[in-house]
Every structure is written in structure tokens, then in C-alpha cells.
């Protein structure tokens, strides 16, 4: 005999109320990450976005001015540069960071002797605060007195203007891949380290060379990590700023300027909004190198 529906309507009352009550404590747990990604990340960007569109100063509200800032910048020579410098020095360390990087890490993977010591020591320039970093290379790179310069002369070279107009992007260039190697080779030796051992035993049974295995078995296995390094690392490079400052503060004759530092001039000048127009300049590259990483990711994955 079936139960009267006087007796089931308490029990499906009950159940609705407990799924509400769970639903309601997920979004309560939630509810403060969402609040702190809308106050420090969302509102900032969108603040950051709506200003460039605008001819606001300091102590001044601005008016919206559609894309002047944009037309402007792209006929300032400073501007112009900047997009030439920051093209060379990202393309330039990235190539060096995934040659050095992919090769140490292929070494220190291998069984050599103190490997975990050696495995240590290449994190110490990665662990160094960059402003330190920095600070010391511009001491080495002194045209007086400067370590390079002390080795230059004892080796007969003679004293070398390494922030001369033509050596200060390849000066600046070194201590950026000096600085950040270490994390391409950590990152790389964990993913060479996910790779199964067995498929490089069969590989080599089957007369698989060093060559054949590293295109065929190494190269896929570490390319998802190698994507979001490339990925990450670029944007980092990128929008970095102590390198440039600290070492020439963009000298001399805008040799390394780039958009982190001609936007920081742009905000000594008080023109927020033409600062704020030189970063969300490079923001279509960005999302367009996030939408090429992660479609191939989703290429790698299928």
C-alpha cells in the first residue's frame, strides 16, 4: 500500500532545506575569495582600462577622449621604441632562458656527481631579490671601477662602456636571463622528472637513439610544462621594471626603454591617463598569447 502524500512532503521539505543550506554555506566559504578577486584584481583592471580612454590628470577627473591617448602615443618616438625594445629584449631573453634552461635541466637530470648540490646553486639568482640583483649588476657593468670592466682591462680589452647606447639592451638583456633562468630549469627538471622511465627503456630495446628519444618521448612529455612557462615567463618579462630601471633607467637615448618604464615616466608627468594608455597597450597581446597557450594545451591534451 502506498504512503499517504501527507507522509512524504516532511521528507522532501527536509531534503530541499539541507540542499539549500549546503548551497548557501558554499557560497558563504566562497564568498570572501570572490570579494578579495573582485576588490584587487577586477576593479584595478577595469579602473586601469577606463582610464586610458581618458585625458585625466592627477587632481583632475579627466574626460573621455575615445582612443587619443592611443593615436598619440603611437606617434611619440619614446612610444615607438619602446615597442621595438621590448620586442628584442622579450624575444631575445626567452630564446636564451628555454636554450640554457632546457639544457641545464637535461644535465642536472642526469646522474652526475653532487647533483643535488649543483640542483641548489642554479636556484640562488631565482631566490636573490631582484632589486638586489639588479643593484649588483649595474656595479658590475660601471665603467669605473666595474668587475667586467677590472677583468676587460687586465685582459688587455680595455676599459668597456657596457650602458653605452650600443651595449645597454645586451647588458640589460644578460642580468634579465641571469635572473630568471632558474625557474625554466626548475620547471623543466620537474617535467623531465614526470616522464616515465620505462618509455625511454622500451624506446632504446626497440634501437631508439639519444636524438630520436628526445624528439619523440622527452619534447612531448615536458611540452604542457613548457607552454606555461614560455607563457608565464613572457608576460613576467614583459611587464618587468627593475631590470630596465635599476641598470639604465631606460638610457641612454631611450636605448632600453620599454612599456613598464615609459609608463612609470608617463606617471611622473601626472598624465594617468596616457600612463595608463601605454600598458593596456600591450593588453590584445597578452590575450592573444593566453588564447594561443591554452588552445595548445587543449591540442597537447587531445
Known amino acids: 500500500m502506498a504512503r499517504p502524500a501527507t507522509l512524504q512532503s516532511p521528507v522532501r521539505a527536509s531534503r530541499i532545506s539541507l540542499s539549500k543550506r549546503t548551497s548557501l554555506l558554499g557560497y558563504a566559504l566562497v564568498a570572501p575569495v570572490v ?22 590628470e592627477i587632481g583632475t577627473e579627466g574626460q573621455f577622449v575615445g582612443l587619443a591617448n592611443f593615436i598619440y602615443l603611437s606617434k611619440v618616438p619614446s612610444f615607438q621604441k619602446a615597442i621595438v625594445n621590448t620586442i628584442v629584449l622579450v624575444g631575445t631573453v626567452q630564446t636564451m632562458k628555454l636554450v640554457f634552461g632546457l639544457g641545464i635541466a637535461l644535465l642536472l637530470n642526469q646522474a652526475i656527481r653532487a647533483r643535488q648540490f649543483w640542483r641548489g646553486l642554479i636556484l640562488l639568482p631565482w631566490a636573490m631579490p631582484a632589486f638586489v640583483a639588479y643593484l649588483t649588476w649595474k656595479l658590475l657593468y660601471l665603467p669605473q671601477g666595474g668587475a667586467f670592466n677590472i677583468i676587460a682591462v687586465g685582459l688587455g680589452f680595455g676599459n668597456i662602456d657596457f650602458l653605452s647606447r650600443e651595449l645597454a639592451m645586451p647588458s640589460v638583456i644578460l642580468a634579465t636571463f641571469w635572473r ?28 631508439a637513439n639519444a636524438w630520436q628519444r628526445f624528439r619523440h618521448i622527452t619534447i612531448p612529455g615536458i611540452l604542457p610544462v613548457v607552454l606555461v612557462v614560455v607563457l ?6 614583459t611587464n618587468s621594471f627593475e631590470n630596465v630601471w635599476l641598470i639604465t633607467q631606460g638610457g641612454p637615448s631611450d636605448a632600453t626603454m620599454t612599456f613598464p618604464v615609459l609608463a612609470y615616466f608617463g606617471l611622473q608627468t601626472l598624465r594617468i591617463g596616457e600612463a595608463a594608455a601605454v600598458s593596456v597597450a600591450m593588453l590584445p597581446v597578452f590575450v592573444m598569447m593566453a588564447f594561443i597557450g591554452v588552445k595548445l594545451l587543449e591540442r597537447n591534451q587531445e
Open 232 to 237: 608565464l615567463s613572457t608576460i613576467w618579462t
Open 35 to 56: 570579494i578579495c578577486l573582485l576588490i584587487l584584481v577586477v576593479y584595478p583592471f577595469i579602473f586601469g582600462v577606463t582610464i586610458s580612454f581618458t585625458n585625466r
Open 180 to 207: 630568471g633562468f632558474p625557474f625554466w630549469v626548475i620547471s623543466f627538471l620537474a617535467a623531465l622528472q614526470s616522464v616515465p622511465q620505462e618509455q625511454y627503456e622500451a624506446a632504446a630495446i626497440d634501437g
